[in-house]
């Protein structure tokens, strides 16, 4: 079955506490990126990659790292997390070569930092 | 910098009904749109996308439109179900940026 996957789900952790959210997908898609959705400001975009290696900033990268070692994952690094980056995580992947494609979404990860 | 918006924030029918729900994006020169559905604590499915060279897309009871000059698209959604009560969400992509989504129309069906 074509999905993507995060882990964890849920997650509460302290201030100051570095945490990786894992993202994974199965369809050998060159494109995946990180989104949080917030209330009120909907789904904004953290970071994207278009391919193994290569890595761009999205809408609000700031406190937030990535990594694209291998083609099906690409976590999310929050090295001193506080308490604005509570929120609803989501990672997505896609092929955009013809850009006829959707992006496929995680189940998402409720990230609260006390 | 470009924008989506979605009118109306909330919306309650009665079951059966047809509805439309609107999208605006602030530059006309998108590559695709896309209309998503996402269910309480879920992520997010895709629905529809229309492409810029496209009028419209259709699946089942739901008709996605398009209109570039306007910066409007919008979902019809016929004969609505109970199932159908969800948070839909429209994202525009634009050539050389990634997807700006609106921040959605609240959907719910009463039976």
């Known amino acids: 079955e074509a999905q993507v996957t995060q882990n964890p789900r849920y997650l509460i952790t302290v201030t100051g506490k570095k945490l990786t959210v894992t993202c994974s997908q199965n369809m050998n898609h060159e494109y995946m990126s990180w989104y949080r959705q917030d209330p009120g400001l909907g789904l904004r975009q953290i970071y994207y990659?278009?391919?193994?290696?290569?890595?761009d900033k999205g809408d609000v990268p700031e406190g937030y790292k990535v990594s694209r070692k291998e083609k099906r994952n690409f976590p999310l690094i929050l090295e001193s997390p506080s308490p604005n980056q509570t929120s609803l995580y989501f990672c997505a992947s896609s092929t955009p070569k013809d850009r006829r494609d959707t992006q496929y979404f995680g189940p998402g990860t409720r990230l609260t930092v006390l | 910098k470009q924008e989506v918006t979605q009118i109306p924030a909330a919306l309650s029918v009665p079951e059966g009904e047809n509805l439309v729900l609107n999208c605006s994006f602030t530059?006309?020169?998108?590559?695709?749109l896309q209309w998503f559905r996402q269910d309480p604590g879920k992520g997010l499915t895709s629905l529809l996308l229309i492409q810029s060279s496209q009028r419209e897309q259709t699946s089942g009871r739901l008709n996605a439109s398009l209109d570039k000059s306007s910066g409007r698209s919008t979902l019809y959604i016929a004969a609505s179900q109970p199932g159908d009560s969800a948070t839909y969400l429209c994202?525009?992509?634009?050539?050389?940026?990634?997807?700006?989504f609106g921040p959605g129309t609240r959907l719910s069906v009463l039976p």
């Open positions: 994202a525009a992509e634009w050539y050389g940026q990634n997807f700006v």
């Open positions: 530059d006309s020169a998108i590559y695709n």
């Open positions: 990659s278009m391919n193994v290696e290569v890595t």
